[in-house]
């Protein structure tokens, strides 16, 4: 069985909002269209989108890490907006695990975001039907576009490559490899939901040094070892270091 | 930057820890309305049901009964009419009786109107007088139509309550609906409510049950209290299951939101946030509770060596609007992982 998803690397992501952008680009032209924003130019703007980078700060100054999160639908495997909704338009593809609303069936009820932990639906303002990350499902198999194009426009758009997309039930695949090489995680654990999309966390890069390699206490060569022993013939020689 | 300064006031006034979800009026009308009009049917039932077996002195006005019908279907009626408001697209509302299998909405879809029906079968029933008694009990006792009627509208109207109580308290998330508490805080404010509307109408049709009502009424309503109660102190006690360790996945005990990605508002901030202070919250908690409870009992006990429908038609009104201050409050007191992601704009 596949299931799609994203894995998102936050040690990479440099909170650039191209996803974000690209994302409302791509799919307010596209079947999932439009993504209605209000007043955009005005006092109090909004409007609908799929995907948000989000900024966090961790610990506390001057000890504080920036973490850039970017946020969308995580196409949960056990999803529980499908069952609430009412009218079967919420749903979850069995081919590809993606999870989407079907615009035509959907009576604007909210119902489904409130069953949603993560906040990742929206009820668009306009079409009055809820709305969310499609994993650019009319993007992924359009065969009109060259093979390393069928990805989600956010994936396309990331200029650190902190988006990675695949089916996460093929343990070879590289969104499978990534989350097992590098301790890919899914977001709220506790609910049992069970999301599709991992995040992959900050790693840090650090050199062990110990403090003998800083300093080391039996150089005979030392200036301080030599100071101690002035007198020609007393202190130590080359014959002391080498054999000839 | 004015834009910007409000914005921050308004999220930092609501910050995670306080009150959350943004109550809809129409889900508040629709779930009081249809409350006190499953209690109504109930007290009509009731009182049939001790008429019928003897349990007390004979009281065979027809008209009580269907005007009783006619009043508990206007409610349901009046009910479903403002849930409707509560639908981006209501000519579609027809789809949602689809997932009876899963969803608790849908099953509600379907058990109002099938009360609708049942009320409807009950009223009429009373008005065409099919009181031949069908079958007889051991006891010597006659089973007409509208007591078998009323027997399938009371399975109805308890079915009806349990998916209107479910629709809330099986979303896990929403830790403050997700108890049993819930379901029965439903079925009893909607009883309660109910038998102090029957209480006025009883003593607006000079009958005899206005008494026995009054003392439903009552009970229902210190029940009620108590199971109320229960769920404020159960509520005040919740730990949140997510914090934003979870909510990003990063192990530290200090993570602080700087920015939620956007400037303006989105859904997420407009339907579960509702911008009240706490204040205000624990008001609407207090007023709820002596408009919904204490008021209503001090005027039914009134009533009980009083004649005339005035104290307990007030009674009923006093209660109605407390009611629509509880719901409020039940919606308001609920908070929503999500808002883990909502809590500030840069």
Redesign the interface.
């Known amino acids: 069985m596949t299931q799609l998803a994203l894995v998102i690397d936050l040690n990479v992501c440099v909170g650039c909002h191209a996803c974000v952008t690209s994302c409302k680009e791509w799919n307010t032209s596209g079947e999932a269209g439009p993504m209605t924003d209000k007043m955009p130019y005005g006092e109090n703007p909004t409007g609908t989108f799929f995907n948000r980078v989000q900024t966090f700060e961790v610990g506390t100054f001057p000890n504080t890490e920036t973490v850039h999160f970017p946020k969308s639908c995580l196409h949960c495997e056990e999803p529980p907006c499908v069952p609430v909704c009412p009218t079967g338009a919420s749903y979850k593809r069995k081919q590809d695990g993606i999870v989407l609303v079907d615009y035509d069936k959907c009576i604007g009820c909210k119902y489904c975001s409130w069953a949603c932990p993560y906040g990742a639906r929206e009820l668009d303002e306009k079409q009055r039907v809820m709305k969310k990350c499609t994993l650019c499902v009319d993007r992924i198999y359009d065969e009109l576009l060259p093979e390393h194009e069928r990805k989600p426009a956010c994936v396309m758009s990331c200029p650190t490559s902190a988006r990675l997309f695949g089916d996460v039930h093929d343990p070879d695949s590289e969104v499978s490899k990534a989350i097992r090489d590098s301790n890919g995680y899914q977001l709220m654990p506790e609910w049992g939901t069970n999301p599709a999309n991992h995040y992959l966390p900050r790693r840090k890069v650090e050199i062990k040094i110990h403090t003998d390699e800083l300093k080391r206490v039996d150089n005979p060569l030392s200036k301080e070892e030599r100071k101690k022993h002035q007198a020609p013939g007393t202190g130590p020689s080359l014959d002391d270091m080498t054999t000839w | 930057m004015l ?1 910007q300064a409000s914005i921050k006031e308004c999220l930092s006034s609501n910050n995670y820890l306080g009150n959350i979800m943004h109550p809809a009026f129409s889900v508040i009308f629709l779930t009081t309305l249809i409350g006190a009009a499953q209690g109504l049917f109930l007290a009509l039932f009731t009182g049939q049901i001790f008429t019928t077996f003897k349990l007390m002195p004979e009281q065979n006005d027809p008209n009580f009964y269907i005007i009783g019908s006619v009043l508990s279907l206007m409610l349901l009626t009046l009910g479903l009419f403002a849930s409707f408001f ?5 000519e ?2 027809w ?5 009876w299998r ?5 099953r509600e ?1 379907i058990a109002l109107p099938a009360m609708m029906i049942g009320v409807m079968a009950y009223g009429a029933a009373h008005f065409f007088d099919l009181t031949y008694p069908l079958f007889e009990t051991p006891g010597g006792t006659g089973l007409d139509a509208t007591l078998i009627l009323g027997f399938i509208t009371t399975v109805l109207t308890y079915t009806l309550f349990v998916c209107t109580g479910m ?1 809330y308290a ?5 830790q403050e609906w997700h108890s049993p508490l819930t379901v029965i805080n439903f079925i009893l404010l909607g009883t309660a409510s109910g038998f102090t509307l029957a209480t006025a109408l009883s003593a607006w049709l000079n009958t005899e049950l206005s008494n026995f009502y009054a003392t439903w009424a009552i009970t229902f309503t210190v029940l009620a209290l108590i199971f109320r109660f229960a769920t404020v102190i159960r509520n005040q006690k919740i730990t949140p ?2 914090d ?1 360790r ?5 192990r ?1 005990p ?15 901030t407009r ?2 946030f509702h911008g009240k202070s706490k204040a205000v919250l624990r008001n609407i908690k207090y007023i709820a509770f002596i408009l919904v409870f204490v008021i209503p009992v001090i005027l039914l006990v009134i009533s009980l060596s009083s004649k005339g429908y005035f104290i307990p038609l007030l009674a009923i009104l006093v209660q109605y609007v407390g009611l629509l201050a509880e719901r409020w409050y039940f919606f308001a007191d609920a908070n ?4 883990l ?2 809590q500030n704009i ?1």
Request: hydrophobic share 40%.
């Open positions: 834009l509560h639908l981006g697209h209501p579609r509302a789809r949602s009786i689809a997932r899963t969803s608790w909405l849908s879809v629709i099986c979303i896990k998330f929403l299951k997510s934003l979870s909510a990003i996945g990063v530290h200090k993570v602080v939101q700087i920015t939620q990605g956007f400037l303006g508002g989105s859904f997420n339907e579960y929503h992982p999500q808002n992601y909502y840069a």
